[in-house]
Nanobody, 124 residues
Framework: QVQLVESGGGLVQAGASLRLSCAAS????????IAWFRQAPGKEREFVAA????????HYPEVMKGRFTISRDNAKNTVYLQMNSLKPEDTAVYYC?????????????????WGQGTQVTVSS
């Protein structure tokens, strides 16, 4: 099992940037697909981005493309989410999650372990 710890959230103004980190400990990090999800109050958990084990493949929903970038450094056991041009509607708790099976998926039910989340608040 891998323990995941998110960091980097905070309160920013619209148009700002943030970089979230997901630090992992435990079994081999490079063997896992990692994804970011977010959940706003009263809303379902939403897929943000995912990255393959090697980092060669990434996947985003259409609404996230162009503003969000996922990357990973397997030597540091860390996955990053760079978020640019933030909007108030990006306000949510952001979670990273690991998928033990091969392949990138966008449903929360396809991921096996989750971090505790980090709050991102974007003011207008």
């Amino acid at each position: 099992q891998v323990q995941l710890v998110e960091s980097g959230g905070g309160l920013v103004q619209a148009g700002a940037s943030l970089r979230l980190s997901c630090a992992a400990s435990g079994r081999t990090f490079s063997s896992l697909t990692i994804a970011w999800f977010r959940q706003a109050p009263g809303k379902e958990r939403e897929f943000v981005a995912a990255i393959s084990r090697s980092g060669d493949y990434t996947h985003y929903p259409e609404v996230m493309k162009g503003r969000f970038t996922i990357s990973r450094d397997n030597a540091k056991n860390t996955v990053y989410l760079q978020m640019n041009s933030l909007k108030p509607e990006d306000t949510a708790v952001y979670y990273c999650a690991e998928r033990r099976e091969f392949g990138i998926r966008s449903s929360p039910t396809d991921y096996d372990y989750w971090g505790q989340g980090t709050q991102v608040t974007v003011s207008s």
